[in-house]
């Protein structure tokens, strides 16, 4: 993939650690589809947000980018359909 002198900063850890991980997996994904380079976006959509999908690899993933990631443009998740009141009281 063609990066940009920016992308390939935030590539190499200039922007932290979760822009890099963030990078590394953008251009490994790139990569196995054949992108020639990454588009601007204006908003994204995270899916899997539950512990059924992430498990505690998953958990310790979140974790890690959490420390220092932020989001950049408009972010949304897929529902998580649980009680957002109540959530303790089901386990």
Do not use: C
């Not at 420390?67 to 972010?75: I, M, P």
């Amino acid at each position: 993939m063609i990066l940009t002198d920016e992308q390939q900063g935030m590539l190499s850890g200039k922007n932290g650690n979760a822009v890099k991980k963030s990078m590394e997996i953008l251009v490994a994904l790139g990569e196995i589809f054949g992108a020639k380079r990454l588009i601007p976006v204006k908003s994204v959509q995270i899916s899997g947000v539950s512990y059924d999908n992430l498990g505690d690899a998953g958990l310790e993933f979140l974790d890690e980018m959490a420390k220092d990631g932020r989001v950049k443009v408009k972010t949304t998740l897929n529902p998580a359909g649980m009680d957002t009141e109540n959530w303790k009281a089901l386990g």
